[in-house]
């Protein structure tokens, strides 16, 4: 096992491509997402359920152990989060490589 940090990121299933060309351009490792996400935050109820998407959330996990890719995953993410809402959670973990 290898140390890393585990990448949480919840947004508006609207903004995923974005996010996704966004993880491409900085170079992270690789993501897994998963789409139609619910729950309740500041910004209100989202469903996992709603037809248009307009209420749906999705989330973006990512595993890196480069702390520069680290750093512009974050500063990255950042401004989609201020506009849109969202949250960003950063943990250490560790990472089974095959």
Not at 5 to 22: D, H, N, Q, S, Y
Not at 36 to 63: E, K, L, W
Request: net charge negative; with cysteine.
């Amino acid at each position: 096992m290898k140390p890393c940090k585990r990448i949480e990121i919840v947004v508006e299933e609207a903004l995923t491509r974005r996010l996704e060309e966004l993880l491409e351009a900085v170079g992270a490792p690789g993501y897994t997402m998963l789409p139609r996400a619910s729950g309740n935050g500041d910004r209100g109820v989202r469903r996992g359920d709603d037809p248009t998407g307009t209420f749906t959330n999705c989330v973006f996990i990512i595993a890196c152990d480069d702390e520069a890719t680290i750093t512009a995953i974050i500063e990255g993410v950042r401004p989609l989060l201020q506009r849109s809402g969202g949250i960003c959670l950063v943990s250490d973990a560790m990472w089974v490589r095959h």
